[in-house]
């Protein structure tokens, strides 16, 4: 069955570094999330991407983040200068639909990221 | 701001136990609602409702939605020790074709 991957599974980077973190969406899926979800709390959505451009971001998606699909199957989310309260698990979705609510929308298995 | 409120927090069953988990929402303009299942990692999608009264059923699990009340319940039958994780629901809504708003989950804990 495809699946959304994603890589590393756990980063740890130092406050002030920049980060990418990578997926894999599944491959005729055409609209791309990232999603973040700090220890305890609720998984936050952050922007979306289709059509090699952002969708809509959250407030939290500020000048700090950036995100790119490079090449026909990989996409990143870049933090540009990472902050103590970046550590969180962040998560990558993929659809193939969107619009009229149909937009079930499938997880990878996260990225850890600790910033030190 | 839309809000998506689940309950219990957290449940503590034993094998064999039938559970009802609950999400209640407040959001401008409701497109669907989502239930997933959080093990260790990733959000594994369950259902999608977008209709009133209509039950998804997958195995032990079904769900339903009530559009006028404003909430789905999560029903799993003859409870298995692989049940126990976070289920989350989320809600697609308003202006927005690709945000889902989540709630905070319940953690559900199946005892042998």
């Known amino acids: 069955e495809p699946e959304v991957t994603q890589t590393p599974s756990h980063q740890v980077t130092q406050m002030g570094q920049e980060v990418i973190l990578r997926c894999v969406p599944i491959?005729?899926?055409?609209?791309f999330y990232w999603y973040r979800q700090i220890l305890g709390q609720k998984v936050e959505f952050l922007v979306s991407f289709y059509n090699n451009e952002i969708s809509e971001k959250s407030e939290i998606f500020d000048d700090q983040f950036s995100v790119e699909r490079p090449d026909g199957s990989n996409f990143t989310l870049k933090i540009r200068s990472t902050k103590l309260e970046d550590s969180a698990m962040y998560f990558c979705?993929?659809?193939?639909?969107?619009?009229?609510?149909?937009?079930?929308?499938?997880f990878g298995p996260g990225t850890r990221l600790t910033v030190l | 701001e839309d809000k998506v409120v689940q309950s219990p927090l957290s449940l503590v069953v034993h094998e064999g136990d039938t559970v009802t988990l609950n999400c209640s929402y407040e959001v401008t303009n409701f497109r669907s609602l989502l239930w997933y299942k959080q093990e260790k990692k990733a959000p594994t999608f369950l259902f999608m409702l977008t209709s009133s009264g209509i039950e998804k059923k997958s195995g032990r699990l079904s769900s339903i939605l009530d559009k006028k009340e404003l909430f789905s319940i999560l029903n799993i039958t003859a409870t298995q020790t692989g049940d126990s994780a976070v289920y989350l629901c989320?809600?697609?809504?308003?202006?927005?074709?690709?945000?889902?708003?989540f709630g905070k989950g319940t953690l559900l804990t199946v005892n042998p």
């Open positions: 491959s005729n899926h055409l609209y």
């Open positions: 979705a993929s659809s193939n639909r969107a619009g009229s609510g149909y937009n079930e929308q499938f």
């Open positions: 989320a809600v697609n809504s308003g202006g927005s074709n690709y945000k889902l708003t």
